[in-house]
């Protein structure tokens, strides 16, 4: 039994929902729950990704080294560094601005395209890809050949997309804005897709302490239900044996675990392991919940652990080709 005692002391000391403090200590105990709140008290370190389309590591980093700033190595990307010290603003430099580095406010958000593994020459979707981050990622891996459908039906970030492109000096991108779920119509295939899915945002909460408070439960089950649409819908883009990595910022089971549950009981999707050193299992029991067990596969990033933001990633393969109709 929760101590709801316990989790309205916490909420009130630390600024939450009640429910929200019930929830994690139901998820993860009493212990990890206070550690998890604590650590979310605490700013993340912003993080450059080398934009190797333009620049090579090792210059890039002598420069910014020259102009005093002080950064250290992302565990998992060789070519990712957190910002520890940095003399003036990132986004102020001679180097930000000729588009040798992008900024992200975060670890995590690299994790993605890294577990997608994109290859020159492939076609991809990345299918909620405005302001861009995850979208030029992709592009650098791809050495800017092969093609990016990038998707995002919001107008104003999709402005930010195409000039981040634009300055990252991306050539094999298509930016399209529209509604992800309506991508069946155009009868594609392609061999993988990332789907960064609109969500909560609760893992955000070292970044957005606004977070905190800003969302209600209903807001969980309204995700959960946009989530599983749009991931449908997707996979009906996918080649067989194609690939698609499903990531949210939010460590709620039911935008994360609840969903592939749901996608795999309705398709035939495989999950894949990922090949990361870091990361906690998904879970296969919460809230009453029973869910497949090759969900252990997927990963969870948690910012007292692994110093990111919360973050939830899964890798599925399309055993056979769909019919595309909607």
């Given at each position: 039994?929760?101590?709801?005692?316990?989790?309205?002391?916490?909420?009130?000391?630390?600024?939450?929902?009640?429910?929200?403090?019930?929830?994690?200590?139901?998820?993860?105990?009493?212990?990890?729950?206070?550690?998890?709140?604590?650590?979310?008290?605490?700013?993340?370190?912003?993080?450059?990704?080398?934009?190797?389309?333009?620049?090579?590591?090792?210059?890039?980093?002598?420069?910014?080294?020259?102009?005093?700033?002080?950064?250290?190595?992302?565990?998992?990307?060789?070519?990712?560094?957190?910002?520890?010290?940095?003399?003036?603003?990132?986004?102020?430099?001679?180097?930000?601005?000729?588009?040798?580095?992008?900024?992200?406010k975060g670890m995590g958000s690299l994790l993605p395209?890294?577990?997608?593994?994109?290859?020159?020459?492939?076609?991809?979707?990345?299918?909620?890809?405005?302001?861009?981050?995850?979208?030029?990622?992709?592009?650098?891996?791809?050495?800017?050949?092969?093609?990016?459908?990038?998707?995002?039906?919001?107008?104003?970030?999709?402005?930010?997309?195409?000039?981040?492109?634009?300055?990252?000096?991306?050539?094999?991108?298509?930016?399209?804005?529209?509604?992800?779920?309506?991508?069946?119509?155009?009868?594609?295939?392609?061999?993988?897709?990332?789907?960064?899915?609109?969500?909560?945002?609760?893992?955000?909460?070292?970044?957005?302490?606004?977070?905190?408070?800003?969302?209600?439960?209903?807001?969980?089950?309204?995700?959960?239900?946009?989530?599983?649409?749009?991931?449908?819908?997707?996979?009906?883009?996918?080649?067989?044996?194609?690939?698609?990595?499903?990531?949210?910022?939010?460590?709620?089971?039911?935008?994360?675990?609840?969903?592939?549950?749901?996608?795999?009981?309705?398709?035939?999707?495989?999950?894949?392991?990922?090949?990361?050193?870091?990361?906690?299992?998904?879970?296969?029991?919460?809230?009453?919940?029973?869910?497949?067990?090759?969900?252990?596969?997927?990963?969870?990033?948690?910012?007292?652990?692994?110093?990111?933001?919360?973050?939830?990633?899964?890798?599925?393969?399309?055993?056979?080709?769909?019919?595309?109709?909607?």
């Amino acid at each position: 039994m929760i101590d709801k005692g316990l989790a309205k002391k916490l909420a009130e000391k630390y600024g939450y929902h009640t429910y929200m403090i019930e929830r994690y200590l139901e998820l993860f105990g009493e212990d990890e729950t206070i550690k998890l709140l604590e650590a979310n008290e605490k700013p993340l370190n912003p993080v450059i990704r080398c934009n190797t389309l333009k620049i090579s590591v090792k210059s890039l980093i002598n420069r910014l080294l020259a102009k005093g700033f002080k950064l250290e190595k992302v565990p998992w990307i060789d070519y990712a560094f957190q910002v520890v010290k940095s003399p003036f603003s990132l986004g102020s430099t001679t180097e930000y601005l000729m588009g040798y580095y992008y900024i992200h406010k975060g670890m995590g958000s690299l994790l993605p395209v890294h577990v997608l593994d994109p290859k020159p020459g492939e076609i991809i979707i990345d299918a909620a890809a405005a302001p861009g981050g995850k979208t030029s990622q992709i592009a650098q891996l791809m050495e800017n050949k092969g093609v990016i459908l990038a998707i995002d039906i919001n107008r104003e970030r999709m402005k930010a997309l195409r000039s981040n492109l634009s300055r990252l000096g991306v050539e094999n991108v298509i930016a399209y804005r529209m509604d992800a779920r309506d991508l069946p119509k155009f009868g594609i295939k392609v061999d993988k897709i990332l789907l960064d899915a609109p969500c909560t945002g609760e893992g955000l909460i070292p970044i957005d302490k606004s977070r905190k408070k800003s969302r209600l439960i209903e807001d969980i089950k309204y995700c959960s239900t946009l989530q599983i649409s749009m991931l449908s819908a997707l996979l009906k883009c996918l080649k067989e044996n194609g690939v698609v990595v499903y990531s949210t910022c939010s460590i709620a089971p039911e935008e994360n675990e609840l969903v592939i549950h749901r996608i795999l009981e309705q398709f035939p999707v495989s999950v894949e392991k990922i090949s990361l050193k870091d990361g906690l299992s998904g879970f296969t029991e919460f809230f009453g919940y029973k869910v497949r067990e090759e969900l252990r596969k997927a990963a969870r990033f948690y910012p007292h652990i692994h110093g990111t933001q919360g973050f939830f990633i899964c890798k599925l393969k399309l055993r056979e080709e769909l019919d595309d109709k909607v």
